[in-house]
Structures are given as structure tokens and as C-alpha cells.
């Protein structure tokens, strides 16, 4: 148990010193804005390579294809190896590639590319999310502060990186990329080495963790198993679970989303601000987590934000094109998702010790990944088959069914009784 001196004075948080956790708060930031980056470049450098739409969107999945088998193993080498070390290499490794995008014309080195710089600039993000989970001890106020900054970023990336393409062209853009890696380097090299210590000086390091061993970097089923093992926890089943049915309607957003509000005749612009809409609640949304889990049972928020973000999502074809309604529907989806990273990320953190707080992390990406990777495919048959304003529906109403389920089994579940 930890002392009082370790708690702010009236508040029962973790005091965490402003050199530590502001570094950290700067690795969520430099992180997203990272990836906002590669995320708009990458298409429009194939678009100008003259790739056809099944080769961007293949690039595209290529993405997520290695985090969602790699995460974990990523998780266990930060548990095992200190998370700033590894952060530090992912980083740099991830930043030294991305200059090789406008060297690579070719398909096949452009998805290898892409399936690296997304293995490594996600394992960072993991990271950052875990620097800050052992620092604050899952609470959800520094998690909130957390996701805010990351998602500060996010608000106006997209719009200067695409500034930056059309005043500089490719190389301009990929030059502000490699900046935005360093910068994340640059935060990361900042952290103290204690800071993951939970934000204490450090105390001795076990012989195992003082340098990396080559079988350490090898994937292990046995540490595969270790993970999967934390699922017993019923706050972590939960928290998996709602993390990748969160996920599933930004996964919509970045793609039958938009095909649909260009098919009803909006604009590129005015499609662009319905999706800003939703970044900007999102961050502030990200705020309201820490006082809704003061006052409200952690696991039926949960379960109630992510009904109410899947709901708008689904409603999308029901709007009618008017674009107030649509703005509604972003609003409250955008702040539903803000809310539930970091409230996902307390329940999951508060369960597991100092640790496992990698692997919670990874764990959770792993299910972010997983819908990322199956959901385009899946609702893409049903577009083909019945149309993508009826696959909203139907995708909608099937995800609703699987909270509801989830719901019933919390209601259920003893470890949930009385919070």
C-alpha cells in the first residue's frame, strides 16, 4: 500500500511530477499526430503512384494487419524490457522508414512499408497509453487529461498535413512525418527513467529486465497464453470487449461513412467537417470520464456510452442528408467515444497490477485491431448485397445486439454487483 505522501492532498490521486508527466502527456500527442499524418498521406501518395482503389485499401489494412498479431508480444517486451527503452526504439526504427515512402514506388514495398510503420507506431502508442497507466494508477482523471492531449492532436493534423501536401508536395509531407516521429522520439527521451515506476524513484530492477536477451524479442505462445489469461479478470473481459465495439464505429467513419455522404451528394468539405465535429467533442468528451465515474457504476458506462456511439453511427442513413442532424449525430457519437477511452482504459488499469500494465494495453489494442481488420470486410459484403445506407442497419442493429448481450452478463456477473 502506498503512502500518503504519494497522493495529491485532497483528491486521493497519485501526485505525479510535473517532469514526468508532462513528457508523457507530450508522447500521447506526438504520437496521434503521427499517425493523423501518415493516415492522409499514404492514400493521396498512392493516388498520385496511380493505385487502384483495391491497392489503397489493401495498404491500408496492411496497417493493422501486424499490430493485431504483434500487440501483445509488444506488450510483454515492454512489461519485460521497461516501456521508455522500448518506446524509444519503436520510435526511432518507425521514424527512419518513413523517408523511404517516397523512395518505394512499388506496391509491394509500399505495403511492407506500411504493415512496419504500423506494427511500430502503434507499439509506441502502446507505450505512451502504458507510461501513463502506471504512472496515474488507472486513475480516470490524469487518463482523461491523457486522452485529451492525444487527441489534440487529431483535431487539426489532418487539415496542416494536407496543407503541407499541397504547398510542399510528397516529399514536404513525408519530411513533416519524419518530424513528427522525432518529436515523439524527442517527448519520450524526456521521461524519466522512473517515471513507469509508477511515478517514485525506482527501485531495484529485477536481473532479468537489466538487458534484453534474444529470445525475449522471439514471440512466445507461452506469453500469448499469459495475456489471454487476464480475460478471466471480469473488469478486463469487459474492458476488452466495449474497447473493440467502441472502435467499431470510427472504423466505419474512416470508410463507409464517407462513401455514403458522398453518394447523397455532399461535399468533401463539408464531409471533413462532420468528422472534425466528431474529434473536437471527442477530446472534450475525453474530460467527462473521471467525474461520470465518480457518481456512476464504471461498468454501466461502459455499456450505456457504447450503445448510445454505436446508435448514432448506425443512424447515419436515417438522417436524411440534413446536415444539422448529421452535426448532432457526430456530436454525440464523437463524445460518447471520447469518454470510453479513457473510462475503457481505468477499468482495465484499476484491475491489473504495475506489471500487466502493458499487456492490459496491448490486450486492448489487440481487440481495437481485430474490429479494424474484419469489420470493413464484413460490411462491405452487406453493401454489395442489400446497399451501404441498409448496411449501417444492419451492422448497427448487429453490434447493438452484442452489447445488449454484454449487458445482460454484467447484470449477472457477481464481480459487478454493488459497484
Sequence with gaps: MASDGNFAPGTGRPKIPARAYYPVLGTGLAANINADFMTVIVPLWA?????????????IGA????????????????DRLGTRRMMLVFTLVST???????????????????????LLGNLAWIGAQTLIARMCRGDPHYLGMFSFASRVGSIGAPTLIGLIWDLTGY????????LAGLALFACTALVPHWAENQ??????????????????LVPSLADYKEVLALLALPAVALGI?????????????????????????????????????AEVTGAFGSLLAAPLMRR???????????????????????????????????????????????????????????????????LRTTGNRLGAVVLPIVMGFIA???GVAASFVIIGGGLLAIVAVIAVMVARTEAFAGR
Design 171 to 178: 516529399w514536404g509531407a513525408f519530411a513533416a512525418c519524419t
Design 384 to 386: 454489395e448485397a442489400v
Design 296 to 362: 456512476f457504476p464504471a461498468h454501466w458506462i461502459l455499456v450505456v456510452f457504447t450503445m448510445l456511439t454505436i446508435a448514432m453511427m448506425a443512424l447515419t442513413p436515417l438522417l436524411g442528408g440534413i446536415i444539422a442532424l448529421l452535426g448532432a449525430a457526430q456530436f454525440l457519437r464523437g463524445s460518447a467515444h471520447g469518454l470510453l477511452h479513457p473510462a475503457t482504459f481505468s477499468v482495465i488499469s484499476r484491475a491489473l497490477d504495475g506489471e500487466n500494465q502493458a499487456r492490459g494495453v496491448a
Design 96 to 118: 527512419a522508414l518513413v523517408p523511404l515512402y517516397p523512395l518505394s514506388p512499388w506496391f509491394p514495398a509500399l505495403v511492407a512499408l506500411q504493415m512496419m510503420t504500423g
Design 63 to 78: 496497417r493493422s494487419f501486424l499490430p493485431f498479431l504483434l500487440a501483445i508480444h509488444g506488450g510483454v517486451l515492454m
Design 47 to 59: 493516388l498520385t503512384l496511380g493505385a487502384t482503389p483495391a491497392q489503397i485499401g489493401i495498404m
Design 241 to 277: 470487449a466495449i474497447a473493440l465495439l467502441r472502435h467499431t464505429p470510427s472504423t466505419i467513419q474512416a470508410s463507409f461513412y464517407i462513401i455514403y455522404l458522398r453518394e447523397i451528394g455532399l461535399q468533401a468539405t463539408v464531409i471533413g467537417a462532420l468528422i472534425s465535429c
Design 199 to 216: 511515478g517514485r524513484e525506482p527501485r531495484p530492477q529485477p536481473a532479468a529486465a537489466a538487458g534484453p536477451r534474444w529470445r525475449d
